[in-house]
């Protein structure tokens, strides 16, 4: 790998590594405000437990279901009007990052209900039992208990829309994947398709390690 080539593209190499941090981080505090809550009423509706309501079970599922099985790079390009109406733009890391949440919202939300289901029925029905209330419950026996899961949960998402931001870049949406195909598929440039993928392998592999070490530290079992 020539040594010119990577030296001449470290400019736009950092500045696309700080867009795929920006789109990262917000899609991501979006899923968590959103998709925790989401989360836990997919579990806490279900049959059989303290708040259970099949309709809003089976709304909330259908939703996050429907969301899913839509292709990200179809998501993109069928959310151009909504973002167009957001943010004022279609373009760019902030647009992007609009898809991106809507795109990591069910995912997570997901991975929060599967958390919860692996927590012993034995400590929620202790709850129940001495009268605890649906808001207690949750905040004092499900979320504590499911710490671990939710933490792995996070770092799933955060890789997960790593790979996301890298399609963004397709329609301009910046960031890491942008430079990709703007510099290294359009021009045939073999140095920064290679750069950009090591990047990536890089800070997945980091983020992984940190999310496992902190799911290790809030296991309290």
């Not at 795929?20 to 917000?26: A, D, E, F, K, R």
């Not at 939703?63 to 069928?78: A, D, E, K």
């Not at 898809?99 to 927590?119: D, Y």
């Not at 430079?179 to 950009?196: E, H, K, P, Q, S």
Request: aromatic content about 8%.
């Amino acid at each position: 790998m020539p040594l010119d080539s990577i030296i001449e593209i470290l400019p736009d190499l950092n500045k696309a590594f700080f867009e795929t941090l920006y789109m990262v981080l917000i899609s991501l505090a979006v899923a968590i405000v959103v998709g925790l809550p989401l989360g836990v009423l997919l579990f806490v509706t279900d049959r059989g437990l303290f708040l259970e309501n099949l309709p809003t079970k089976i709304l909330s599922g259908f939703f996050v279901n429907t969301i899913r099985s839509i292709p990200f790079i179809i998501l993109l390009v069928g959310l151009i009007p909504l973002t167009n109406l957001i943010v004022g733009t279609t373009i760019g890391p902030t647009a992007a990052s609009v898809s991106l949440s809507v795109a990591a919202i069910p995912f997570f939300a997901r991975l929060v209900e599967t958390s919860l289901r692996e927590i012993d029925k034995g400590v929620v029905e202790a709850a129940v039992a001495v009268g605890a209330t649906p808001w207690m419950i949750i905040k004092d026996v499900l979320l504590p208990e499911a710490r671990p899961g939710i933490v792995q949960g996070i770092t799933l998402t955060t890789i997960s829309l790593i790979g996301f931001s890298a399609m963004a870049g397709i329609v301009g949406g910046g960031g890491i994947g942008d430079l990709a195909i703007r510099f290294g598929y359009y021009r045939y440039d073999n140095t920064v398709m290679f750069t950009t993928v090591i990047v990536l392998i890089c800070l997945v592999q980091l983020i992984q390690l940190s999310g496992d070490q902190i799911a290790r530290l809030v296991d309290k079992r």
